[in-house]
Structure formats: structure tokens, C-alpha cells
């Protein structure tokens, strides 16, 4: 079946600029997480969804980071007046709400902030 | 969370068996481990996850000693396509409003030779 999916795959930004980021999860996932990859790191847990609640957005690195799931499926994750630092790879993943269900990660949105 | 340790890289030759090791002495009763890989420009794939049992399936089996301070990830016939940064994490077994978030490290580069 299909997988995660994220759009735009590449997306080049000035510095200044707002940017949306998208992610559909596999069909009938409650959970849904965003995270941040740098170059050379393991990826970093940014904010969680069960449903269209947003449980945790404990890893949000600032307030220009803003992420919704208004009716429990997509996502978007949306980055105001970008800034070089936030040149990175944003993976999202979805699972199934039960406890020990594995995370299923799309190939995520490289972001570049020029 | 506890903390993993794994070395930076490793490599394996073709055919040959991969052994990925894992320390987690900080590990408490009610955290599984779990392992991933990431395949370059991909997003993190789900390979398997255990509690004090050892685990076998298609892709890996997993060996956690009876202590559970460590594990190790075996490939057993590795590939090429085997390269990538494999990711050793512990998780904790009764989430919270986390929703059993993963917390990666840096991983281990493996290099399956020809």
C-alpha cells in the first residue's frame, strides 16, 4: 500500500520567506510526528498529533514553526521568515496509535534557505 | 529515555554476516529497543524492535543480552544495499502524550564492501 508521503520533495527558500510543508500519512495512522535532520545527524523529534490534536510540540525550535492536522489526516508544517539555520531535512512519520507500533517515515522535504 | 551508544562506522563484506552493536546500560523494564536505517536521501526504514527476547524477521534478527544493557542487530547475509546509518534506539513501552516518540542518536555508517 502506499506509504508516507511529503511534498514538495526540494524546496529552496530566501531568507525571509515563509514556506509550508506537507505530509500525507498512511490512511487510517492516528499518530503523526514531524522531525528535523540536520546534515550529518540523526533526526530530531520536532511535534506530535493523535488525530487532529497536537499533543506535543515540545521540539519545535521557535515560535516561526508552526505545524496543524485540523481534520486528523494531512499535515503541514509551516516555517515563518526562514532563516539559514533551518536549512534541513524535514521527515515526517505516522503510525498507528497502539503502544509499540513502529513509526513509518516518508522520505522528507529538503529545505534550503538561501 | 535511556541513551544508546553505537560506534560511528562499521564495515562488512559482501555475503558476510553484520553485526551492529548497541550499549543501552541506562535501559529500564519498560523500554524496547528498536532498530532503523537510513538509506542515503531516504527516510528512516523500520527494521525490527525487541524487549528482552531475541527477535528474528525477513529483514534482521535481534539479540539482546539477559541483562539488557546491550543488543546487537545482525544482517545475515549483507549486500550492497545494506549501506546505510543504522540507528539503535530505545523507547519507552507506556507512551505518554509523545505518543512513544523516537529519540535517534547518530547512528552507525555501514559499509558493505563488494
Redesign the interface.
Known sequence: GAGVSQSPRYKVAKRGQDVALRCDPISGHVSLFWYQQALGQGPEFLTYFQNEAQLDKSGLPSDRFFAERPEGSVSTLKIQRTQQEDSAVYLCASSLVRKNSPLHFGNGTRLTVT | DAKTTQPTSMDCAEGRAANLPCNHSTISGNE?V?WYRQIH??????II?GLKNNETNEMASLIITEDRKSSTLILPHATLRDTA?Y?CIV?V???S???????????TSLLVTP
Do not use: C, E, T, W
Open positions: 524496547y528498536y536521501s531516504q527516510g528512516p526504514q523500520y524492535h546509518v540507528y523507547r513501552r507506556d507512551g502524550n509523545s505518543g512513544y516518540a523516537l529519540n535517534f542518536g547518530k547512528g
